[in-house]
């Protein structure tokens, strides 16, 4: 005795047998996918930025009068040049950057007519500083980061650079995010540096070959930071960036606390990071050394 089913439960289970088959392949397709569908298709969502609307705030000659005011109250002085710790804090020293006329006191001199300048103190100090970091993250959804940089500075300038590696678990997916940047020092106190620049910004395909179409791109990156070093051994810094790969709008912000070992800084934090309608954010933990 054979029994059949009805016609109607035998379609039911055929589209529920290829909605099971069909749900693997949607999944496969992780957020690093996500980040390659938005560079790739930005062309046909680029139309719709107006340029015309960015210089209305400049027709405004109040605007502008304010705006170089406010530049005035900048730290950018070439009379005076700062100068860096070997690392902050070094030699029981107030934060990073030397300035000597804010670490002088005045005394009078033998006959009392002309004060002398004296030192409070006098530590080793240099127009070049760096540092190198390496970091990991953790971006929820089995979506890892790892990441490594270097900063380099002369007087006020400065030159980094950056590339995170992007791993999907378990090993679907992988892709490399970087930038490379000229920055300029606009504020360098004993606590504070903040520094304003630009550069490019990358993308690098880290997938296996013969896993799918390797996609690169690159485009102008802004990018502001700033460390504040506001008592031992404490290290407070911030960055934000905001640029383009190929026509995808990309931003990144991320804020660390670190705690200084020697020249060493231990440091924890979060990232986020959104390309185009991606979001890749998480906390973080590096070690970054001074020098």
């Known amino acids: 005795m054979v029994l059949r089913s009805p016609p109607h439960l035998r379609v039911g289970m055929a589209l529920a047998t290829a909605c099971l088959f069909a749900a693997p392949a949607r999944a496969n397709a992780g957020r690093l996918e996500s980040v390659r569908s938005e560079v790739r298709d930005s062309s046909s969502s680029s ?7 960015d210089s209305s705030t400049w027709d405004d000659d109040d605007s502008t009068e ?34 000597g006329s804010e670490f002088s006191s005045a005394v009078p001199g033998p006959d009392e007519s002309q004060p002398v300048v004296m030192l ?8 070049f500083s760096g540092t190198a970091h390496v970091e990991g993250a953790y971006l929820y959804d089995q979506l890892y980061r790892s990441a490594f940089g270097i900063d380099l500075n002369y007087w006020r300038l400065g030159l980094s650079s950056d590339l995170s590696f992007f791993l999907e678990g378990p090993f679907k997916d992988a892709l490399y995010l970087g930038s490379t940047n000229a920055k300029f020092a606009l504020v360098m106190r004993p606590a504070v540096r903040w520094r ?92 970054r050394a001074w020098f």
Do not use: C
């Open 66 to 99: 304010s705006s170089l005011g406010s530049l005035r109250d900048l730290d950018v002085s070439l009379t005076e040049a700062p100068k860096y710790r070997r690392f902050p804090y070094a030699d029981a020293g107030f934060g990073y950057i030397y300035r």
């Open 47 to 53: 139309s719709s930025y107006d340029s015309s609307s």
């Open 196 to 287: 304003i620049g630009g550069g490019a910004q990358y993308m690098i395909d880290g997938r296996v070959p013969g896993e799918g179409r390797r996609e690169y791109a690159a485009g102008g990156n802004f990018t502001t930071d700033v460390d504040v070093f506001p008592f031992w051994p404490v290290v407070l810094s911030g960055r934000f960036d905001y640029g383009r790969l190929y026509r995808t709008r990309s931003m990144l912000g991320r804020a660390t606390v670190g705690v200084m070992l020697s020249r060493f800084e231990l440091y924890a934090g979060y990232e986020a990071r959104k390309i185009g309608k991606v979001s890749l954010h998480g906390p973080m933990v590096g070690l």
């Open 120 to 127: 409070e103190d006098d530590p080793p100090r240099s127009d």
